[in-house]
């Protein structure tokens, strides 16, 4: 474990209910400083209200939570103002240009006069905003809405910058430009936790991967190490009719292996340590989806 | 690393959180100022020559004031309470629920307590302003201008900062904009009975001009009007007072309420 000065980040036995629902559920969580983590789950799993609980504007029922050394939600205040958050949901001022958006932020982060600037410009440079500042938001591309949402999040340098899907609903190709902004700030040295339920995602920008499923964290790991432990090298997939899909999973399991079915075909784990199987289908390396399917049984985008 | 970089501890109600709201909204009302400042001074400006000159024309004295002046005066209190309850209803609904603006805001270094401060503040600074519209009209209709009423647009500051503050209570209570209209029907319009901006209250019956004394909008009707008329020291302190009490109790009520909304 990082020792207490090199933690961005701590979440220690925490549980949010929600009347009946317990939508967090005892999850530990640590940030390393300059490092960034992935929270990876499904829809449900507890990311955004675990999120929420980041900048106080959800208070844990039980449990410890530390942000850049204060201890929240008491000095939640102090936290926030050395973070960046990027919500899951755009709320971006619409009628605002893209200049005005940075620029009151720069104000609510409490940058002084003669820093506000500065710091619009930089955020504009480092979202390739700049050609569009004066650019009224309601009249900007997905892509773009979610490059100023980062750059929003980015205007006061925070050390750590929470990342809350911070691609849903987006195309490929906007997805890899922001797969590359998000990573240049992990170059920089900012500590970055991101909320996804995009596999590849999490393999691409996350030094350490936590998994939750219904509010608990199932596993944490570097993504490779999780994939070994969990998945092996190799994965057999196998496509056929669902009588044939049946027999392989019971030959399978028979000879102590294990399946995930992902849709048309079955996927056999850990292939590669198996001798005297016969079975027809493609070979791939095992992923980090085959890693969170056998955890957790649920399936994942 | 050392953790923590802030070596100033954050408090509660600190300036550059409000400014931050404030510039927002300032910067924000660029964009909608025409139909914000048409609607909150058309509005009671027709009300100011109907009433005036419809009615003025049946009355010619109310009180021993003419009818437009006494209802010009009266309209101001109007003016204040609509261009205060309804954006503090509307407007608030409408960021927290449809734009999350909050919930930006709320992940700065902002809480709810200066969130709803500093709406409440722009809301009452705009009340303050919009309310002397109709007094110009009236002055322009033959209300005589006093040196008294250069008060006319703190009271309607303070006035307006407890409706605001009272309207943001509503959209943190109610679960959807279509039940404003109870509110607005219940509530708002019959707060013009017992007011006396249209007609005195001493017309009523004993017990309705007992429940004006607890009503805000009665207390901004009489400083208004003895701001254009003359002060009454001992009831004007009272009706001042009553104002103070009223904005602070629906100030601390709108931040408890929306701390209940905003944070799970």
Same mark, same amino acid.
């Given at each position: 474990?990082?020792?207490?000065?090199?933690?961005?980040?701590?979440?220690?036995?925490?549980?949010?209910?929600?009347?009946?629902?317990?939508?967090?559920?005892?999850?530990?969580?640590?940030?390393?400083?300059?490092?960034?983590?992935?929270?990876?789950?499904?829809?449900?799993?507890?990311?955004?209200?675990?999120?929420?609980?980041?900048?106080?504007?959800?208070?844990?029922?039980?449990?410890?939570?530390?942000?850049?050394?204060?201890?929240?939600?008491?000095?939640?205040?102090?936290?926030?103002?050395?973070?960046?958050?990027?919500?899951?949901?755009?709320?971006?001022?619409?009628?605002?240009?893209?200049?005005?958006?940075?620029?009151?932020?720069?104000?609510?982060?409490?940058?002084?006069?003669?820093?506000?600037?500065?710091?619009?410009?930089?955020?504009?440079?480092?979202?390739?905003?700049?050609?569009?500042?004066?650019?009224?938001?309601?009249?900007?591309?997905?892509?773009?809405?979610?490059?100023?949402?980062?750059?929003?999040?980015?205007?006061?340098?925070?050390?750590?910058?929470?990342?809350?899907?911070?691609?849903?609903?987006?195309?490929?190709?906007?997805?890899?430009?922001?797969?590359?902004?998000?990573?240049?700030?992990?170059?920089?040295?900012?500590?970055?936790?991101?909320?996804?339920?995009?596999?590849?995602?999490?393999?691409?920008?996350?030094?350490?991967?936590?998994?939750?499923?219904?509010?608990?964290?199932?596993?944490?790991?570097?993504?490779?190490?999780?994939?070994?432990?969990?998945?092996?090298?190799?994965?057999?997939?196998?496509?056929?009719?669902?009588?044939?899909?049946?027999?392989?999973?019971?030959?399978?399991?028979?000879?102590?292996?294990?399946?995930?079915?992902?849709?048309?075909?079955?996927?056999?784990?850990?292939?590669?340590?198996?001798?005297?199987?016969?079975?027809?289908?493609?070979?791939?390396?095992?992923?980090?989806?085959?890693?969170?399917?056998?955890?957790?049984?649920?399936?994942?985008? | 690393?050392?953790?923590?970089?802030?070596?100033?501890?954050?408090?509660?109600?600190?300036?550059?959180?409000?400014?931050?709201?404030?510039?927002?909204?300032?910067?924000?009302?660029?964009?909608?100022?025409?139909?914000?400042?048409?609607?909150?001074?058309?509005?009671?400006?027709?009300?100011?020559?109907?009433?005036?000159?419809?009615?003025?024309?049946?009355?010619?004295?109310?009180?021993?004031?003419?009818?437009?002046?006494?209802?010009?005066?009266?309209?101001?209190?109007?003016?204040?309470?609509?261009?205060?309850?309804?954006?503090?209803?509307?407007?608030?609904?409408?960021?927290?629920?449809?734009?999350?603006?909050?919930?930006?805001?709320?992940?700065?270094?902002?809480?709810?307590?200066?969130?709803?401060? @500093?709406?409440? +503040? !722009?809301? =009452?600074?705009?009340?303050?302003?919009? /309310?002397? $519209?109709?007094?110009?009209? #009236? *002055?322009?209709?033959?209300?005589?201008?006093?040196?008294?009423?250069?008060?006319?647009?703190?009271?309607?500051?303070?006035?307006?900062?407890?409706?605001?503050?009272?309207?943001?209570?509503?959209?943190?209570?109610?679960?959807?904009?279509?039940?404003?209209?109870?509110?607005?029907?219940?509530?708002?319009?019959?707060?013009?009975?017992?007011?006396?901006?249209?007609?005195?209250?001493?017309?009523?019956?004993?017990?309705?001009?007992?429940?004006?004394?607890?009503?805000?909008?009665?207390?901004?009707?009489?400083?208004?009007?003895?701001?254009?008329?003359?002060?009454?020291? @001992?009831?004007? +302190? !009272?009706? =001042?007072?009553?104002?103070?009490?009223? /904005?602070? $109790?629906?100030?601390?009520? #709108? *931040?408890?309420?929306?701390?209940?909304?905003?944070?799970?």
């Amino acid at each position: 474990m990082a020792r207490q000065a090199d933690i961005a980040l701590r979440m220690r036995g925490v549980t949010k209910r929600f009347g009946p629902i317990t939508a967090v559920d005892g999850l530990d969580l640590e940030v390393p400083a300059g490092t960034c983590v992935g929270l990876l789950g499904p829809n449900g799993a507890g990311k955004s209200t675990t999120m929420k609980m980041l900048t106080a504007q959800a208070i844990a029922d039980e449990g410890e939570l530390e942000v850049l050394g204060f201890r929240l939600p008491g000095e939640s205040k102090q936290a926030r103002a050395e973070c960046g958050v990027v919500p899951q949901l755009d709320n971006l001022d619409t009628t605002l240009t893209v200049e005005q958006n940075l620029r009151v932020f720069a104000w609510l982060y409490r940058l002084g006069r003669h820093e506000r600037t500065p710091a619009v410009e930089r955020a504009l440079e480092i979202a390739n905003l700049g050609a569009r500042r004066d650019t009224r938001v309601d009249e900007l591309s997905g892509g773009m809405r979610r490059r100023l949402l980062i750059a929003r999040a980015l205007v006061h340098r925070p050390r750590l910058v929470l990342l809350d899907e911070p691609t849903v609903g987006l195309d490929p190709q906007v997805r890899q430009e922001l797969w590359a902004l998000i990573d240049s700030l992990r170059t920089e040295g900012v500590s970055i936790l991101m909320s996804t339920h995009y596999i590849e995602e999490a393999e691409r920008l996350a030094d350490t991967v936590t998994i939750m499923s219904e509010g608990k964290a199932v596993v944490t790991g570097r993504p490779t190490d999780l994939v070994a432990a969990h998945a092996g090298r190799e994965v057999l997939e196998v496509y056929g009719p669902p009588a044939r899909l049946a027999e392989v999973e019971q030959t399978a399991v028979s000879g102590g292996l294990r399946t995930r079915r992902t849709g048309t075909s079955v996927a056999v784990v850990g292939i590669e340590g198996a001798n005297g199987f016969d079975l027809d289908g493609a070979r791939r390396p095992a992923n980090l989806e085959d890693v969170f399917v056998l955890l957790t049984g649920e399936d994942i985008e | 690393m050392t953790v923590g970089t802030v070596t100033r501890r954050l408090h509660r109600l600190e300036w550059p959180a409000l400014a931050g709201v404030l510039y927002r909204e300032m910067i924000n009302f660029s964009s909608y100022w025409r139909s914000a400042t048409f609607s909150s001074t058309v509005e009671p400006t027709i009300y100011l020559l109907a009433f005036g000159f419809g009615f003025g024309s049946l009355v010619s004295k109310v009180g021993g004031y003419d009818y437009v002046e006494f209802v010009g005066t009266g309209t101001v209190a109007t003016a204040v309470l609509f261009s205060s309850v309804f954006p503090g209803m509307f407007s608030t609904f409408v960021k927290h629920r449809f734009q999350r603006t909050y919930d930006a805001i709320l992940a700065a270094p902002v809480d709810t307590e200066e969130l709803v401060t @500093a709406e409440a +503040l !722009w809301i =009452a600074i705009r009340a303050g302003v919009y /309310g002397c $519209a109709p007094l110009i009209v #009236a *002055i322009v209709f033959g209300l005589d201008p006093r040196w008294q009423m250069v008060f006319i647009p703190a009271i309607g500051f303070i006035s307006g900062y407890g409706w605001a503050a009272f309207g943001i209570t509503v959209a943190a209570t109610m679960k959807s904009i279509d039940n404003f209209s109870y509110v607005i029907s219940a509530v708002v319009t019959p707060l013009f009975l017992v007011a006396g901006t249209f007609f005195p209250i001493s017309g009523l019956p004993e017990w309705a001009q007992h429940l004006a004394q607890l009503n805000p909008l009665y207390h901004t009707v009489q400083l208004v009007r003895h701001a254009a008329f003359g002060f009454d020291a @001992a009831a004007d +302190l !009272w009706n =001042a007072a009553a104002l103070l009490i009223f /904005g602070v $109790a629906a100030w601390r009520i #709108a *931040i408890w309420r929306m701390s209940a909304r905003l944070i799970l």
